[in-house]
Each structure stands twice: as C-alpha cells, then as structure tokens.
C-alpha cells in the first residue's frame, strides 16, 4: 500500500528550529511534486512549501518564505521541511502531500483526497 509517512514534529520554542521528514514508501517520490500543507484550528489549509519533480523548482507561501527550506533525497525517497526561526503562528497539523500537479499546493480548497498521495499529518507546536 502506498503511503506517505511524516516524522519529525514536537514542541519548540519561539525563534527555534525543526526539521520535518517526508518517506515514500511503495511508490517513488520522483515521479510527483511534493510539498507539505499545514492546518491550524479554525484556519483554512494552508500550502506551505512544494518542489516540481519536474524541475526542482521550489515554492513558499509568504507567511514562511526565508525560514522554510524544502529539499528532497530521491536515493532515500524522502523530502525534508528545514524549519527556522519558529513563531506560535507556525503551530499546526503538517501533512506531507504528493500528486503530479504541482499547482495543487496553491489552492487551499483541494481536499487532501484530492492530492494523489497525502500522509497522516505530523504535529508542529511553537510554544514558550
């Protein structure tokens, strides 16, 4: 069964870092554009970050531009989340998503079955 499994969450103090992990596992990760979509309560999905398998171009939404770096590892078929400079904001459910169009992650109103491939979420809290 493929699916995409998420590690890396906790808790972290404003102004610290956080590294999320993304595995395939049953399905190679270089065939689609992945990215990560985070949701917060009582908030609208937000697409943080995507790479193009296409082009390794990379995407980030303002609200995180300069502090997030995404990168992917084709050898071990996972993509990472580098998170800096943490504020409460970034608090949310981070769910790692894979699909062929990389334009997915733009809209908020795509539903993760909507996304070929989406993961269980992992949680991310910036507290003091």
């Known amino acids: 069964q493929p699916e995409l499994v998420e590690s890396g969450g906790g808790l972290v103090q404003p102004g610290g870092s956080l590294r999320l992990s993304c595995a395939a596992r049953g399905f190679p990760l270089d065939n689609y554009a992945i990215g990560w979509v985070r949701q917060a309560p009582g908030k609208e999905r937000e697409g943080v970050s995507y790479i193009d398998n296409r082009d390794g171009s990379t995407y980030y939404a303002a609200s995180v531009k300069g502090r997030f770096t995404i990168s992917r590892d084709n050898a071990k078929n996972t993509v990472y989340l580098q998170m800096n400079s943490l504020n409460r904001e970034d608090t949310a459910v981070y769910y790692c998503?894979?699909?062929?169009?990389?334009?997915?992650?733009?809209?908020?109103?795509?539903?993760?079955?909507?996304?070929?491939?989406w993961g269980q979420g992992t949680q991310v809290t910036v507290s003091s």
């Open positions: 998503a894979a699909d062929r169009t990389a334009t997915m992650f733009l809209d908020p109103s795509i539903l993760p079955d909507d996304y070929d491939h």
